[in-house]
């Protein structure tokens, strides 16, 4: 599933001509991702350096945002982008400091080495385009943001935005005045390839490893219940328990990298980007200039498909195992010989329901609605205040 839907994305992206800081390949040899380690001190620490410079960037913008002279419309349309930095800061890999990501799609891939006949749900197919669907996003974003500055340059929170100039009028009146065209095109052009950067960073662990783990590990749990359907005797019993057991390691280290960092941080700013983002598309949607509106619709449709379809699908990892436990406790009665029966129990009861957690709890199947009702009642909210 890993290995035949999102594995070629991912060689694409990584083949890309673009340098940024991921360093990583795929091994054909080996059948696995590896990272390209340099020994030269300089990158090194310009390594460190791209993983702070977001930091004191984002801090800026959210300084801008929170004591600068805006208006509340302009803090609202400001409050994307806010988010979507903070996203990227909060879940971007640190590339040459850890090597998590890598470990986990590697863990992916050795299990599906030695599964024959492991056919392709229509989830995993599903998320493989989804993923596509992000991907392009990635590379839509940067471009739509430099078309929006290059139109409105003064457009809040960006650099910009805290000339004196700007806080007067919300647009550079004099063409010539300062920074002249040339000296704002070079502010833009840095502003747009730190946020590509930080993005295209995130979007492996986010991507990758969570979007597509969660629709790979749903896919292993159908593969189990089809065994178990044409299971019959206890030696099948027991290899299902062991392919259960694997499923579990693979389930471990998956939480182990998203649940304290990505999943939490993901939900919080996808919530907010999208109540953000409808807003703006409803009531502020007269006050942006074409084409650069273009990117609030886009944040809008990707965090709305994030909230949706991703919480659903981890919700259903926990729904489906339990449902898988009960169809395997109903074989075992079945199974003749009641030594066999006693060992398969015990074995059974040390087999607890998969989840895909976030810190101490984990995604369930109410999970997705609370999310959305959320998202509607305050942006709603925000319509009725503005009004």
């Given amino acids: 599933m890993f290995t035949s839907q999102i594995l070629p994305v991912l060689k694409w992206r990584t083949g890309r001509p673009i340098y940024v800081r991921v360093p990583i390949k795929f091994h054909p040899q080996n059948g696995s991702l590896m990272t390209i380690k340099s020994s030269f001190s300089i990158h090194r620490y310009s390594l460190r350096l791209q993983c702070i410079l977001p930091i004191v960037y984002t801090a800026m913008l959210a300084m801008n945002l929170i004591f600068g002279s805006l208006t509340i419309v302009q803090r609202l349309q400001g409050a994307v982008f806010l988010m979507l930095c903070v996203l990227t800061c909060t879940t971007g890999w640190n590339s040459g400091l850890d090597d998590a990501p890598v470990r986990v799609v590697n863990t992916f891939l050795d299990f599906e080495k030695d599964l024959a006949n492991l056919e392709s749900t229509m989830g995993v197919k599903v998320m493989k385009y989804f993923i596509c669907l992000a991907e392009i996003s990635i590379i ?29 009028s919300g647009k550079l009146k004099d063409f010539w005045t300062w920074p002249k065209f040339p000296v704002r095109m070079v502010i833009h052009l840095l502003e747009t390839w730190l946020g590509y950067d930080t993005m295209y960073s995130c979007g492996f662990g986010i991507l990758y490893v969570l979007f597509g783990g969660t ?21 099948q019993i027991h290899d299902i328990l062991l392919l259960y057991k694997r499923i579990q390691l693979v389930e471990k280290s998956f939480n182990n990298f998203t649940k304290n960092q990505i999943l939490p941080f993901l939900i919080s700013c996808a919530v907010a980007l999208e109540v953000l983002a409808l807003f703006v598309c409803i009531d502020l949607h007269k006050q ?63 087999c607890p329901s998969l989840k895909v957690q976030i810190w101490m709890n984990f995604v369930n199947r109410l999970t997705p609605l609370t999310t959305q ?15």
């Fill in 373 to 387: 009702t959320f998202c509607l009642n305050q942006t709603v909210s925000l319509i009725m205040i503005k009004d």
């Fill in 140 to 168: 839509g974003y940067p471009i739509l943001q430099i078309l929006l500055l290059t139109f409105v340059p003064c457009t809040a929170p960006f650099v910009l935005s805290m000339l004196p100039m700007c806080k007067n």
């Fill in 288 to 350: 942006i200039e074409m084409p650069g509106f273009l990117i609030f619709p886009m944040v809008m449709v990707d965090s709305l498909l994030t909230n949706l379809m991703v919480l659903t699908f981890a919700s259903y990892v926990n729904k489906n195992s339990t449902k898988v436990l009960s169809n395997l406790t109903g074989s075992i009665v079945q199974i003749p010989g009641k030594r066999g029966r006693n060992i398969a129990r015990r074995r059974l009861r040390s």
């Fill in 215 to 235: 629709a790979c590990i749903l896919g292993y749990i159908d593969h189990l219940e089809k065994k178990i359907r044409k299971s019959g005797n206890i030696n």
